[in-house]
Structures are given as structure tokens and as C-alpha cells.
């Protein structure tokens, strides 16, 4: 089942503006993991942050954690046309196994 | 990090037949999963396989219809059987080799007619 919802669903903006997708998830969490998926092709992935955690870095990636929210954001600065992708948050369920539990995703177009 | 590839890429099937989707990592992994993407639809887990044991299906899911080898810890395989237009979907397997990271194959693209 999916664990929440990601908002936007759809987001269009311009290349070097910044994009950013929300994520909210229902139960307590281990972790939490961003992916990109283009065309429907295979999973990337892009960052994980943990429960104690609140924000990480990397490259032009931002990842922000709001335990108590059971929120999360992915920031992409200065976007580029490439950046064009689905992007999908999932969670790892506090106590349970290493499965993922998928929001449903935001498609992300970048005009170049 | 892992190197999953996923046999087929693609497929194209007539409705009433099976269909074996073969993953194969470049590392032991004690857990591998296997997710269905239904068109434009976000990821849901099928089952978790482990090597030794019978695979732990999700709600929704069953043997009979998605059965899952796990022979040894590099391997599994995920028929589809009895198919219908409504199983066509990219189908992932996934693993965590260490860490948290979970880290996905390259999918099977699957129609069926």
C-alpha cells in the first residue's frame, strides 16, 4: 500500500529556476529515500536520510526530514533539462524489514 | 552499491500464458525484493525473497499467481502467471547488499494482449 502522498503531482518550471517535491508518510520510519526514474526506465537513487537525521546534501540535491510533520522535501538547485524525471520518495517502516514503501511521485519537467 | 540486471528488458505476451523474470546481482544479498509499477502508477512491493525460504508475499499478492524462486543469494526469478491486459506493468527487483541503500534493477517492461 502507499505509505502517503508527494506533492506536486506534476511540476513545470524553467532550466536554472530550482524544483522543489514534497513528501508525507503516515507511520514511524527507520528511513527515508528519494529516487529518479526517467521514462518509466529503472530506479536511481539519489539520497538517504535517517530518522535522526533532518537535513543532508549532495550536489545539487537538498533532502529536509520533519519527523514529527512525517515530512519530507527533495530541493533540486539550478535545474537543468536532464533533471527531467519522475521523483519518488519511499520509507523504511520503523521495526520492519529493509522493504520500501513508495509515495506516489512527482513528474518533474524541465523547459529548457 | 549493487549491479542488478534484469532479464527480459521487455515483453510482449498473449493473454492465459506465463511469464519468468530473471535477477541477477553482482553480490550476496541476503533479501531481494520485487516491486510491480503499473502504467503511470507509483511502486508497489509484490514479496520479499529470501534465499532458503518460502517468499513473504504482500496484501494483494499470491504464490499462485506471482510464484518466486530464490535459489541462491545472487539469483531469484518472479513468474507471472495466468496473464491478463491488467499485469502489464514494469516489474523491478531490488536488493540491499549493505547499509540501508536499496538499490533497484532496470526493470521488465511487460504488455499483454
Known amino acids: 500500500s502507499q505509505q502517503g502522498e508527494e506533492d506536486p503531482q506534476a511540476l513545470s518550471i524553467q532550466e536554472g529556476e530550482n524544483a522543489t517535491m514534497n513528501c508525507s508518510y503516515k507511520?514511524?520510519?527507520?528511513?527515508l529515500q528519494w529516487y529518479r526514474q526517467n521514462s518509466g526506465r529503472g530506479l536511481v537513487h539519489l539520497i538517504l536520510i535517517r530518522s535522526n537525521e533532518r537535513e543532508k546534501h549532495s550536489g545539487r540535491l537538498r533532502v529536509t526530514l520533519d519527523t514529527s510533520k512525517k515530512s519530507s522535501s527533495l530541493l533540486i538547485t539550478a535545474s537543468r533539462a536532464a533533471d527531467t524525471a519522475s521523483y519518488f520518495c519511499a520509507t523504511v517502516t520503523q521495526g520492519g524489514s529493509e522493504k520500501l514503501v513508495f509515495g506516489k511521485g512527482t513528474k518533474l519537467t524541465v523547459n529548457p | 552499491s549493487a549491479v542488478i540486471s534484469q532479464k527480459p528488458s521487455r515483453d510482449i505476451c498473449q493473454r492465459g500464458t506465463s511469464l519468468t523474470i530473471q535477477c541477477q546481482v553482482d553480490?550476496?544479498?541476503?533479501?531481494m525484493f520485487w516491486y510491480r509499477q503499473q502504467p503511470g502508477q507509483s511502486l508497489t512491493l509484490i514479496a520479499t525473497?529470501?534465499?532458503?525460504?518460502?517468499?513473504?508475499?504482500e496484501s494483494g499478492f499470491v504464490i499462485d499467481k506471482f510464484p518466486i524462486s530464490r535459489p541462491n543469494l545472487t539469483f531469484s526469478t518472479l513468474t507471472v502467471s495466468n496473464m491478463s491486459p491488467e499485469d502489464s506493468s514494469i516489474y523491478l527487483c531490488?536488493?540491499?547488499?549493505?547499509?540501508?541503500?536499496?538499490?533497484f534493477g532496470p526493470g521488465t517492461r511487460l504488455l499483454v494482449l
Open positions: 553480490s550476496q544479498v541476503t533479501m
Open positions: 507511520t514511524s520510519i527507520n528511513n
Open positions: 525473497a529470501n534465499q532458503g525460504s518460502e517468499a513473504t508475499y
Open positions: 531490488s536488493v540491499v547488499p549493505t547499509g540501508e541503500t536499496q538499490y
